[in-house]
């Protein structure tokens, strides 16, 4: 461990194992360049057949219609907005951890950024697919773009439902512009390590990146502005999201608590799922010097402080239901905690607000198994959630004569598998082809813990505060 | 170090990227242009097993639309006569003519005569010809000048924009109802189509609807 121990006022060294500047780029570049480790090819074509599984759920469901699925009235959104929502919230780390972080200066983002913007990227893909299938008649997507057309058919803007086709697709753009930004150090990085076809690639991806001065200003000038425009795209899109529910005059939907209480649990998803990734990925590629238990221990307690907003959300939804007094309001949450989705619901407050909570203790934020396990509860306590408010909101409204069940096909079971494969598939190709740790930024932390980690008390105040931010 | 690319990849470069913008503007463009019924719809004239001239029969000789398409004032549909129609003339006109070799062979066996469909809506939407008729929308509206086609022609684009431009804005259209089969109508002497379309709207309520189950229903 880190020499932080003795000291408590230390920072802790957010680059451990005595790396250099050398050593680090051997390391993630080396990954890149060599051959994969012996388990990359059977996890790809695991995951690839999943994903195939995926495609060919979508392609039934397409040329045979939405009947395949087991939604049907009163539960017209089911499975399929259920994971539309849940992989749109796990798509929220990336650019939190990216564009936030960045503007607050907290360094050790810089570990895990790419990492995490990869993985909201590839969340996006998956959650995109979702409201794409869910229509049944895909080519009439277009439809919900405003381009005119000879059917003189047009958007409504007053709809939260196109406003969540331009929240999500502005965040997908954003943030792909924002990944590959920050990527063009590196792939120059790793175009000047090889030869022959793939120079050429990385070269062109590159886009003829030389590192002059110049060029580092202008691409720190572009990353800034892209964590300002970023920065409120993390709290936009799901505010948005959850306007689709909370415009509807359902029970269980229309409550004005759910944009903060979405962005929450959006935010405490997506840390769930880079854990559950970046853990065992730290693992097999040894990456532990990079990403340290200090890291680690920083997202278990974002992961935990999101947890208590949730929960606090989960509380207040029921205090002002029994406080607005409202017998429709009352009767929906009721059902919830107690009707035929009671154990979807417990499912869900157990996972979301119970698991988190051993994070009050230091050994399970510094022990990795420990926090992958929390990491996965999370994770099916969040998709949980949205089917809770999803389904049990619907099943049951204002009229008992349309009372109904929602029981899943095995379609819905598939697809929401394939998804999983598809944002695998993505992933393990990414960790193949891309560095998958930001070096440039790294070496920048790097840079501070090896030139001013045991330099002098700084003789003036302006450079004591410009070393207090690292 | 060597250079990875020569120093024409960037003319290259660029050419791709100018290249992929015209393409996608030209592709948009083209899509514009050859998409809509305006130019998919508009001009569509086959030709029909009998060589049935609308410019001979409504325009020459000024038989009323109605003595065909006898059921347009009361149904949805506009309909296709039966041979029946055709012979109750032509037993007598043109008893022998080659040219109705066709007509008289349906009459006989009773088969009807393959006629080649020129206008049709969609099986979504719900267009009924009576009410249009009935409230003053003239036959010419959608079917432009019959009376001066020998082959019938798909003269208007029948596109959901089309529709609801004049659902929007009846009285650019509307005329008296008696004056409905009346192709060469124009409105009388000092007064407009419009002051004229908004005294028919207004004497006949007329209210076109424009929400989605008006036609889809």
């Known amino acids: 461990m880190s020499t932080s121990a003795q000291d408590s006022l230390a920072r802790p060294l957010l680059v451990e194992g005595g790396r250099t500047y050398a050593s680090l780029t051997d390391l993630v570049a080396g990954l890149v360049e060599r051959k994969p480790p012996r388990w990359w090819l059977p996890a790809f074509l695991a995951s690839g057949a999943l994903a195939t599984v995926g495609v060919a759920m979508a392609a039934y469901l397409i040329s045979t219609g939405v009947g395949v699925w087991g939604l049907n009235e009163p539960v017209g959104w089911a499975f399929d907005i259920t994971n539309f929502v849940f992989w749109i919230g796990i798509g929220h780390a990336g650019t939190l951890i990216s564009a936030i972080l960045f503007l607050f200066r907290q360094k050790w983002r810089t570990s895990i950024n790419r990492f995490a913007e990869a993985m909201t990227l590839f969340a996006v893909v998956c959650a995109g697919m979702f409201p794409l299938i869910h229509m049944g008649r895909v080519w009439l997507f277009w439809y919900l773009v405003p381009l005119p057309n000879a059917n003189a058919i047009y958007p409504n803007f007053r709809s939260a439902l196109m406003w969540d086709v331009v929240a999500v697709s502005t965040y997908g753009t954003v943030s792909l512009l924002f990944w590959y930004v920050g990527l063009i150090p590196d792939l120059a990085t790793i175009r000047d390590r090889t030869s022959g076809l793939r120079q050429k690639i990385y070269g062109f991806f590159a886009l003829g990146w030389r590192g002059s001065a110049r060029h580092w200003r202008e691409y720190e000038v572009a990353y800034l502005l892209l964590a300002g425009l970023a920065t409120p795209l993390v709290l936009s899109v799901h505010t948005i999201v959850s306007f689709d529910f909370a415009t509807a005059i359902l029970p269980g939907w229309h409550t004005t608590i759910f944009p903060p209480y979405f962005v929450a649990g959006a935010v405490f998803s997506g840390f769930a799922m880079v854990l559950t990734l970046m853990i065992p990925a730290r693992e097999l590629y040894g990456l532990k010097d990079v990403v340290t238990l200090h890291h680690l221990e920083n997202m278990s307690k974002i992961l935990m402080a999101t947890g208590l907003m949730v929960g606090y959300a989960y509380g207040v939804e029921q205090f002002v239901t029994w406080y607005g007094g409202n017998d429709f309001e009352k009767y929906t949450f009721r059902n919830r905690a107690f009707g035929p989705y009671a154990w979807a619901y417990w499912t869900m407050v157990s996972c979301n607000v119970l698991s988190p909570q051993v994070f009050w203790f230091k050994w399970f934020r510094r022990t990795p198994w420990a926090m992958f396990a929390v990491s996965i509860f999370v994770n099916i306590g969040m998709w949980f959630e949205r089917f809770v408010i999803i389904v049990t909101s619907l099943h049951r409204d204002y009229l008992p004569s349309s009372w109904g069940m929602f029981i899943p096909t095995w379609v819905d079971v598939a697809q929401l598998a394939g998804s999983f494969g598809i944002f695998l598939t993505l992933f393990l190709l990414f960790l193949r082809f891309v560095p998958m740790v930001a070096l440039s930024e790294v070496k920048g932390v790097l840079h501070e813990q090896l030139e001013h980690a045991h330099a002098e008390p700084p003789p003036h105040p302006a450079s004591r505060r410009k070393e207090a931010r690292s | ?217």
């Open chain 2, 1 to 217: 170090m060597a250079n990875v690319f020569r120093p024409r990849a960037d003319l290259w470069l660029r050419q791709i990227a100018a290249f992929a913008v015209l393409a996608s503007v030209g592709g948009t463009a083209a899509l514009y242009y050859y998409g809509p019924p305006e130019y998919t719809r508009v001009g569509y004239a086959p030709l029909q097993p009998t060589a049935f001239s609308h410019e001979l029969h409504a325009g020459q000789i000024g038989m009323s639309c109605l003595y065909c398409h006898s059921n347009v004032e009361e149904s949805p549909h506009a309909m296709v006569p039966p041979t029946a129609t055709c012979l109750n003339c032509h037993n007598q006109v043109r008893a022998n003519s080659p040219l109705l070799a066709e007509i008289r062979e349906a009459g006989k066996t009773g088969r009807a005569v393959a006629w080649e469909r020129v206008h049709k809506t969609p099986d979504y939407v719900y267009f009924n010809h009576s009410v249009h008729v009935k409230r003053g929308v003239g036959c010419v509206s959608c079917h432009g000048k019959v009376n001066e086609m020998p082959i019938i022609r798909h003269d208007q684009p029948l596109s959901m924009g089309w529709c609801l431009e004049c659902h929007r804005n009846p009285e650019f259209a509307l005329r008296p109802p008696s004056e409905a089969t009346n192709l060469d109508w124009s409105p009388p002497v000092g007064q407009t189509q419009v002051e004229v379309g908004l005294h028919i709207k207004q004497q006949l309520a007329v209210n076109p609807p424009q929400t989605c189950a008006g036609c889809h229903r």
